[in-house]
């Protein structure tokens, strides 16, 4: 067992830290574990952190970083000089190297380019050209490809020379090329044990192997893996040229990723994770950015309220019912936007099946719309002894709620198709569309029927 | 390439299985891919799935059941004969199995359970007394475990005998134990290969391997595969019986499992998931178990205005603030539950420590408080004209936000330490006590200063 209950790890951390020994500084890293070296390095001071890596070996310090999450990764290397960044980065895989950059900033992720070395940074910077949750974006470029006509004999020499090199490389296939650079085959690594050391890879290899374009969504490469147990699935231009290959670890964390995203969005957390050891006037900023939107659409749907401030004066219990029936509708409709996300996710609704969408969410809206109406109804009734006043705040909320849920069915495939995020858009449009609608619907009943109210 | 573009495949699996052509059938479903497979199987009426899994054989129909997700699977399952359903849950692996009759309801369970084979019964109800999010929630009983006097010899004449049961075990390690049944050791599978076959396990195996808990929690098991690359680790009770061994594959998708169950959650999914191909009643039933608690408590936090009905009828541009005040706070106070809630994911924060979270998010309540307090302040000053008004709707969203923000980070720790799921029950709470509190504050604060506003 190393899973340790050390309560405090960063008061030790800094004190190793302050006492600069490099041995005791590794060996307590080694101990930590992978959650208490996050935890103990974003509870020490900047300072601590600038320090920690200044001692550490690239090496070292990209284990650490490879432990943290990468907003906290991305942070860490901002406030390195970028030469010290660089050699921490150039020690990452190719495609952990392309997620940080990406989130660092683009002025300060191309300082730290142009200290790494050539090859190191091309690579990262054609793998951060995909976007995140393609296979373009999820692929690495570690990979052995060698041309058909090369011998068992080339090959063995080539693995031997570069040992180093491929030491690093998760390897479990050998992948095939024509002179063209078309991948034509697959061998797995211990099929080069056996052969004759003269045949040639063409003779011995699985012709046209499985693969997946650098498009391939998330989605597809998770059904990919779900049906076929391989390690790793080769990844190609629509001229067939190998670009990366794709694990299946690399796949789940994507999705786990995007499903914490997802939830993030829906929370109103943007532009990108949330840490409280993050400086306060950034944390505060990012959220009054989400906040700030949110406060200008609410009071354009409560300025449906002023323009019935006469109707409200004159029965002013409808006050009491405004916010119930703003908060309702927008449960009503987050449930239906949930349903579709996880639809949408899984493969089981695509975004041009709206019809279908609509006719299951709205026969379900208007039977909630009903049972919530008659219950607020008959709360309005049994309050104020007024028949009328149940009636008006009953159908404002059943018409309302079917509404609500109709929309939020429809909000996300509408945004997939037109390529925003619905985690993220869905909600402020939802309840402003259905705060504004549900306003109007009352105050609008009400002021029609407004001598049997006051 | 296997992703194919079938626009609608359920229409030709219904004529598929009318025809009742198994080969055809077993053939198209191959075709498929998962994702496919579950859009389809979702989209056919309940009877042609009947007869679907009537026509395939169980190790096939076991196939089906893989592709789908949980909650469909549970569904399919209860709709069969408990023999039936049986026969087909005997194929699945015995995680598979509990988690999948977890989700039936326990008379159907119970009845598939007494159809099933003794020895996979019995297993899968070990299992099924395991916390979902555990060691013993996750882990696999299919392994391979012998005493550690046995020698190379007899360990493969076992596995010859038993070759059949052991090709469906994804099997990477072999495990050692004393006569009293406790872990001593383990062995890579090829270990077996080259030494004589007199030798006993107990002079190869490695000895004392890692092993974690049946009670380790899901982060704990996250945390042990970033830091030990293997292919599983055995879980072991409080004498180091071995119970069963953990893949890090199924720790990825438990944690994913547990993302989305967060985010429905949140969004007022309860009970499970819901997929539109479910029926009508069910779906309904569902999402107002939620609802309907919600209205309560809607109702309850909006009878404080009903409290003020004098002074709100006498300032009667109040009324477009409290729609306004309580979605603001909402807001607010769920983008500090998302935080905190993903701390708590990370091992970033414990439970206990609620100083600390507290402090962060008090700090930043008081500065997103100002800024949101003077921009509502500033558009009711810019409406009416009336400096009193500003500062009254300031001032109460101010504070309210404070307190939104303040209680927003700290629900989910103390929920936790209650044992309540967090994901579900802190958005509730949280927008009951902040409309609440925030229409005490705005009309409290109004009837103070009445004179000003009418």
């Known amino acids: 067992m190393t899973l340790k209950n050390v309560e405090r790890p960063w008061e030790e951390l800094h004190d190793i830290i302050a006492s600069e020994n490099l041995t005791t500084l590794q060996t307590f890293l080694e101990t930590l574990g992978p959650t208490e070296t996050a935890r103990a390095i974003s509870r020490i001071s900047g300072d601590d952190q600038n320090r920690l890596f200044a001692l550490l070996t690239p090496a070292d310090a990209a284990e650490v970083i490879e432990d943290v999450s990468?907003?906290?990764?991305?942070?860490?290397?901002?406030?390195?000089?970028?030469?010290?960044?660089?050699?921490?980065i150039d020690e990452l895989q190719s495609d952990l190297q392309a997620d940080l950059l990406g989130e660092i900033s683009?002025?300060?992720?191309?300082?730290?380019?142009?200290?790494?070395?050539?090859?190191?940074?091309?690579?990262?910077?054609?793998?951060m050209a995909y976007p995140a949750d393609t296979a373009g974006g999820i692929m690495i470029a570690e990979f052995l490809a060698f041309r058909e006509d090369r011998t068992?004999?080339?090959?063995?020499?080539?693995?031997?020379?570069?040992?180093?090199?491929?030491?690093?490389?998760?390897v479990q296939y050998l992948y095939v090329r024509d002179r063209e650079g078309r991948l034509t085959g697959v061998l797995r690594m211990h099929d080069l044990?056996?052969?004759?050391?003269?045949?040639?890879?063409?003779?011995?290899?699985?012709?046209?192997?499985?693969?997946?374009?650098?498009?391939?969504?998330?989605?597809?490469?998770?059904?990919?893996?779900?049906?076929?147990?391989?390690?790793?699935?080769?990844?190609?231009?629509?001229?067939?040229r190998m670009l990366g290959v794709v694990l299946p670890h690399d796949v789940e964390e994507a999705a786990l990723k995007q499903a914490d995203r997802q939830y993030l969005g829906t929370s109103g957390i943007v532009g990108g994770e949330e840490f409280r050891s993050m400086p306060l006037a950034l944390r505060s900023r990012r959220r009054l950015s989400w906040l700030s939107i949110n406060i200008v659409l609410?009071?354009?749907?409560?300025?449906v309220i002023a323009l019935y401030q006469d109707t409200l004066a004159a029965a002013i219990s409808l006050?009491?019912?405004?916010?119930?029936?703003?908060?309702?509708?927008?449960?009503?409709?987050?449930?239906?936007?949930?349903?579709?996300?996880?639809?949408?996710?899984?493969?089981?609704?695509?975004?041009?099946?709206?019809?279908?969408?609509?006719?299951?969410?709205?026969?379900?809206?208007?039977?909630?719309?009903?049972?919530?109406?008659?219950?607020?109804?008959?709360?309005?009734?049994?309050?104020?002894?007024?028949?009328t006043l149940g009636l008006v705040v009953g159908v404002a909320l059943m018409l309302n709620t079917l509404l609500a849920v109709s929309l939020g069915g429809l909000l996300p495939l509408v945004l997939k198709r037109l390529k925003l995020d619905p985690a993220l858009v869905s909600g402020p449009i939802l309840t402003t569309v259905t705060d504004m609608c549900g306003f109007f619907l009352v105050l609008s009943f009400a002021t029609v029927v407004l001598p049997r109210l006051a």
Chains 1, 2 share one sequence.
């Open 70 to 88: 990468e907003t906290q990764a991305a942070d860490l290397m901002e406030a390195l000089p970028p030469k010290q960044a660089a050699a921490i």
């Open 106 to 127: 683009s002025e300060n992720a191309e300082a730290i380019l142009l200290e790494m070395s050539p090859e190191e940074a091309e690579e990262a910077r054609e793998l």
């Open 152 to 170: 068992i004999h080339y090959v063995l020499e080539r693995l031997q020379a570069n040992r180093e090199t491929y030491a690093r490389y998760h």
């Open 193 to 240: 044990l056996f052969p004759e050391r003269s045949r040639r890879l063409k003779e011995l290899m699985i012709p046209n192997p499985l693969c997946v374009e650098a498009t391939a969504t998330l989605e597809d490469l998770q059904a990919f893996f779900d049906e076929h147990k391989l390690f790793g699935v080769p990844v190609v231009d629509a001229e067939k």
């Open 298 to 303: 609410n009071i354009i749907a409560a300025s």
């Open 319 to 387: 006050a009491v019912f405004l916010p119930i029936i703003s908060d309702m509708s927008g449960c009503s409709g987050n449930q239906a936007v949930a349903v579709s996300m996880r639809e949408l996710t899984l493969g089981l609704v695509r975004p041009h099946e709206m019809l279908r969408v609509l006719g299951k969410e709205a026969a379900l809206g208007l039977i909630n719309g009903l049972v919530l109406g008659i219950l607020l109804g008959g709360a309005a009734l049994l309050w104020k002894q007024n028949p």
